[in-house]
């Protein structure tokens, strides 16, 4: 009876910490998409700095890291960096500031200028 509450506690425990593995994933990118596309925006960036292959992963991250940044695609040959974002939690200068931080200063392709 003792090796049968061990047991039933063990698995309880696992299937607890299972429950609670899922519910601290980050969201799909279902979830992220599920935002309408008509309230995203899309911003271009010249990225400096980036000289090998590792770079855009830096960008990209840094990037997709600042809050309401729904997805980048950077392109490495060109040295820029695509990012569709919710405008209303975020702003190009934000995205902008995350990559210099990371130490790619990134402009905005449009103007041409530091943001």
Do not use: W
Not at 22 to 28: K, N, R
Not at 62 to 88: N, R, W
């Amino acid at each position: 009876m003792k090796k049968t509450m061990i047991a039933v506690a063990a698995g309880l425990a696992i299937a607890g910490a299972g429950i609670g593995a899922v519910t601290l994933m980050p969201q799909s990118s279902n979830e992220k998409t599920a935002q309408s596309a008509e309230t995203l925006q899309t911003a271009s960036f010249a990225v400096e700095n980036m000289t090998c292959a590792t770079c855009p992963i830096t960008v990209r991250r840094a990037m997709e890291g600042v809050a309401g940044v729904h997805d980048v695609t950077i392109d490495y040959e060109a040295k820029t960096a695509t990012a569709h974002f919710d405008p209303a939690k975020t702003t190009m200068r934000d995205i902008a500031t995350a990559s210099t931080e990371a130490g790619y200063p990134a402009q905005t392709q449009f103007s041409g200028t530091d943001l």
